[in-house]
């Protein structure tokens, strides 16, 4: 047996799997995508019509998915970087060597990680309550006047937003904390000696450090939160004035709550177009910062 | 020789066990089959909590019929529809379901559900006439039958007697003037109190102020939008006017967490909703206070007006192995006595009439509101795409409340929207292929 016989031939199982379970069902919703598979054709597949690019076309004139896609590209924006931001601060902290009880610490900063979305959504929905919240109460005793939280469509998705840092934030964190032990100590101990602040230690030793690491956590976020869904989906249900739908949230509209299959494949396949460019995007722009 | 077949009993052992153990497998898979085989058992599938109650109910019908077993199985209402439709595509059926009559036309159109005209015709306990028609209606698509009504839901106004009568009304509004000026009366924004409780998100509110209108909702067999009809536009602008002069506040039933409590508060006079609340309300209201609060039809444009005509049915799937003992089950839930069990045990008002003279419904003041409103309910156009329809409806509604449309405006998006949905239904009709 030649090598490349024998190669393939270990390759196999795994080709064979991803085919299966990835490329095919990858390849079926393309062309569900090209047609107006609804329930009208579950009953009788001689209602199926062929529309090509109908549903990419029809989608791009509906001012809901440019609204989702807003809604999302906000979510993005804002919290990708507050998100990296907390956990980058959280994981400093827990690196400093002032920091007491850090396991009791890094415990509870990652718990929210592994709790169920559903039950703390339903926490989160009492805290943000605009009658009997907590938060409220609380901005209620600074004398702010109280805020209708997931009420308010201008509210709303600062809400979520800010649901969704608290909740994955912890995860980063442990991602950074790794980076941050791995950082060499006599780097910082040479800078001391030669006087440089704390802040200059960061700007210089810390951040170039944590460069690759900080790249990977971006990407790995932005196609995370690109994704976002469970959190309206437990605390608005997309509303309120669909202020909370997401690109995700329209496709799980569209495609199991209204049956149009072919139309939320579309939505699928533009998601993933989007987040594709923005991940190639991001990467060029590190690789050209890398080199400069 | 010896040598070879020493060598080959390892080999014959573990043929053996082989074959046992796959004669093992297949008995333990055929025995538990088996009971699903069996010709005397039955699934039966109930959305939301109607399971629990009829669990109760079927051991008096398992003991009618020796040998038959009747298997229940729930689905949360949030799971129903899904998992329905998944059935339908695989075809995994059960033998009868609970189905909410506004979903019929759905599973009517995938060709999922048995004709129940000639059991009707020759059954001595389902008796169409005494049924409240439009709810019957709801379950005819074209001229079948797909279901029978199991329990009625219709809206209308639970109102606090106590608060209207210190302000001067001493009985519920009749119609939409009266109802403008209690409204008027009891609103006290500036306390945080509130005429009614509308949750901009709930389609039901709107949708039974227009169901009042003498024009149909759809138009030309249910091809076109018509909500560009002047009495639509009305009912829309009934239900803007009351956001508008702040006798409802603009939020969601999220943020509205529990409107029992604040409706025992006086936080809102009206509020506007279905059968299931009676229960909620005696539950979770005091007992001093069980008396300031009652239950009126719906106040119509001139007059009592007409509210929807909802509420679950009891069909047969056609790929059901067992259509005549899910029908004798149908059959049993229908019966006036069950009925009225069922009532006592979850509130479920029972949608024929004879249901209503005895038991705990005949002199409970709280449920008479409901008895008059249900000779007064329409149905929804028959139509698969009907919910998707009055989402959309509510979702621009949503919008006009706060005030980012008006109500012409506000008419004719909705128009848009519904006509779109229809093309699909527009292009089958008009190629609706001739019989071959």
């Excluded at chain 1, 329209?250 to 989007?274: D, H, R, T």
């Amino acid at each position: 047996m030649n090598p490349p016989r024998a190669a393939w031939l270990f390759l196999a199982p795994a080709l064979l799997v991803l085919g299966l379970f990835f490329l095919l069902p990858v390849i079926a919703a393309l062309v569900l995508s090209l047609t107006d598979y609804d329930l009208y054709a579950l009953a009788d597949i001689r209602n199926l019509r062929f529309v090509a690019l109908g549903n990419y076309w029809e989608l791009l004139h509906r001012p809901l998915f440019w609204s989702a896609l807003g809604h999302t590209l906000y979510f993005v924006v804002v919290g990708v970087p507050l998100s990296i931001a907390v956990s980058l601060g959280a994981a400093l902290l827990l690196n400093s060597p002032l920091a007491r009880c850090k396991p009791f610490f890094r415990t509870a900063l990652f718990a929210p990680v592994v709790t169920t979305v559903v039950a703390v959504a339903v926490i989160w929905r009492y805290l943000f309550n605009t009658k009997y919240g907590l938060a409220n109460y609380a901005l209620d005793g600074l004398g702010i006047h109280p805020v209708d939280w997931l009420g308010d469509p201008r509210w709303a998705m600062p809400t979520i937003i800010l649901f969704a840092v608290w909740k994955n934030f912890g995860y980063n964190m442990i991602i950074f904390l790794a980076a941050l032990q791995a950082i060499p100590a006599d780097l910082y101990e040479a800078a001391r000696i030669d006087g440089a602040s704390p802040v200059r230690q960061f700007r210089h030793i810390t951040l170039p450090m944590l460069g690759p690491t900080l790249l990977m956590v971006s990407i790995l976020t932005v196609s995370g939160y690109f994704q976002l869904f469970a959190e309206p989906f437990v605390m608005t249900e997309g509303g309120p004035l669909q202020s909370t739908t997401s690109v995700l949230y329209l496709m799980y509209e569209e495609g199991f709550k209204w049956w149009n299959l072919g139309s939320a494949s579309a939505v699928a396949f533009l998601l993933f177009l989007i987040m594709f460019a923005v991940t190639a995007l991001m990467l060029r722009v590190a690789r050209r910062g890398g080199e400069a | 020789m010896s040598t070879r077949s020493r060598q080959r009993r390892p080999w014959r052992v573990l043929l053996h066990a082989l074959a046992w153990t796959c004669a093992g497998v297949a008995a333990a898979l055929s025995a538990g089959c088996q009971p699903a085989d069996d010709a005397r058992t039955l699934t039966f599938w109930t959305v939301g909590r109607e399971g629990e109650a009829v669990a109760k109910l079927l051991p008096d019908f398992e003991r009618e019929h020796p040998g038959l077993h009747v298997k229940v199985q729930q689905l949360p209402l949030t799971a129903a529809h899904q998992k329905l439709l998944t059935a339908i595509a695989g075809g995994s059926t059960p033998d009868l379901t609970q189905l909410g009559n506004t979903w019929i036309p759905e599973l009517a159109a995938l060709d999922a559900l048995e004709p129940l005209d000639a059991r009707v015709a020759s059954s001595q306990v389902v008796r169409p006439d005494d049924y409240f028609a439009n709810i019957w209606t709801t379950n005819r698509i074209g001229n079948t039958l797909y279901g029978v009504p199991w329990y009625v839901d219709t809206r209308l106004l639970f109102y606090r007697s106590d608060l209207l009568k210190q302000a001067g009304f001493d009985a519920p509004p009749r119609d939409w003037a009266q109802w403008r000026r209690a409204l008027a009366a009891l609103s006290h924004p500036d306390r945080g109190s509130y005429g009614i409780l509308l949750p901009t998100n709930e389609f039901e509110q709107l949708l039974v102020l227009a169901l009042q209108q003498d024009e149909p909702l759809l138009r030309d067999g249910n091809r076109y939008g018509n909500f560009r009809s002047a009495g639509f536009k009305r009912a829309l602008a009934f239900y803007v006017d009351t956001f508008r002069e702040r006798q409802a506040p603009a939020i969601t039933n999220v943020e509205a967490g529990n409107p029992w409590t604040e409706f025992g508060r006086g936080v809102y006079a009206f509020y506007l909703s279905g059968p299931w609340n009676i229960g909620e309300f005696r539950k979770r209201l005091p007992a001093a206070q069980q008396g300031d609060w009652n239950t009126a039809p719906l106040p119509g444009e001139h007059g009592p007006g007409a509210s929807n005509a909802g509420g679950s049915s009891l069909v047969i799937f056609r790929r059901s192995a067992h259509k005549e003992e899910a029908w004798q089950l149908i059959e049993f839930l229908s019966r006036p006595a069950v009925q009225q069990r069922f009532y006592d045990l979850l509130g479920d008002m029972p949608p024929r009439r004879s249901s209503w003279e005895g038991g705990a419904l005949r002199g409970d003041p709280k449920a008479r509101g409901f008895r008059e409103q249900l000779e007064r309910v329409k149905p929804t156009p028959p139509i698969p795409e009907w919910e998707r329809i009055v989402t959309e409806m509510q979702l621009v509604a949503a919008q006009a409340v706060h005030g980012d449309l008006s109500i012409d405006q506000a008419a004719a998006e909705i128009d848009r929207r519904a006509d779109l949905i229809l093309e699909k239904r527009r292009w089958i009709l008009d190629h609706a292929k001739p019989a071959p």
